[in-house]
């Protein structure tokens, strides 16, 4: 089945600086490549995502680039603000799949203002 | 927007017990699914459902959990007997059509805590 690994596993940098946050995953099958954010004791929230024959996507900060030879996906939020405070989780799910979306391990993103 | 809701919020039950945990997904939605997170782990896939029969499940799904739409609008998880490792949150997300057509969105969830 689809393995999805995620790094870094924390993450701090300065308000206003940009994070990245990389994740690889194994079957040349998967299509899609969601993003979610997970504030403490809430629920993930989907933030952006991004299907196989795109090769980037933005959404004002937030940006996601996608390499399917090399099947590693990245998300990149320019500007930090400490909202951005959160965990966030790569995923992966499979062309023809009813639904199982395989998450990666997490990336726990600290803003310092 | 709608929303998918869980209750309860928060369920303490004991080792072997069973429990049975609540969703209303969206009223459209045609997919319906169950995700647990492990306090400080990542999300993971537990089974899908629709048309009335689980669509896939994955191996955590064992005989000891059950799923069913009982109505029109309740879709919920039963575990039968309880162990400490069920401990976790329990996510319950629902959807239109097949992702990526319509991106998963979860309920608030449900803490479960066995004890």
């Known amino acids: 089945g689809e393995n999805v690994e995620q790094h870094p596993s924390t993450l701090s940098v300065q308000e206003g600086d940009s994070a990245v946050i990389k994740c690889t995953y194994s079957?040349?099958?998967?299509?899609?490549f969601p993003w979610y954010k997970q504030e403490l004791g809430k629920r993930p929230q989907l933030i952006i995502d991004?299907?196989?024959?795109?090769g980037e996507k933005k959404d004002q900060r937030i940006a996601v680039t996608l390499n399917k030879t090399a099947k590693h996906f990245s998300l990149h939020i320019t500007e930090t603000q400490p909202e951005d405070s959160a965990v966030y989780f790569c995923?992966?799910?499979?062309?023809?799949?009813?639904?199982?979306?395989?998450f990666g391990t997490g990336t726990k993103l600290q803003v310092i203002p | 927007e709608p929303e998918v809701t869980q209750t309860p919020s928060h369920q303490v039950t004991q080792m072997g017990q069973e429990v049975i945990l609540r969703c209303v997904p969206i009223?459209?939605?045609?997919?319906f699914y169950w995700y647990r997170q492990i306090l400080g782990q990542k999300v993971e896939f537990l089974v899908s459902f629709y048309n009335n029969e689980i669509s896939e499940k994955s191996e955590i799904f064992d005989d000891q959990f059950s799923v069913e739409r009982p109505d029109g609008s309740n879709f919920t998880l039963k575990i039968r007997s309880t162990k400490l490792e069920d401990s976790a949150m329990y996510f319950c997300?629902?959807?239109?059509?097949?992702?990526?057509?319509?991106?998963?969105?979860f309920g608030n969830g449900t803490r479960l805590t066995v004890t």
């Open positions: 079957d040349s099958a998967s299509n899609y």
């Open positions: 995923a992966a799910s499979m062309r023809g799949g009813y639904q199982k979306v395989t």
């Open positions: 991004i299907r196989s024959n795109v």
């Open positions: 997300a629902s959807t239109m059509d097949r992702v990526p057509n319509s991106p998963l969105h």
């Open positions: 009223s459209n939605h045609l997919y």
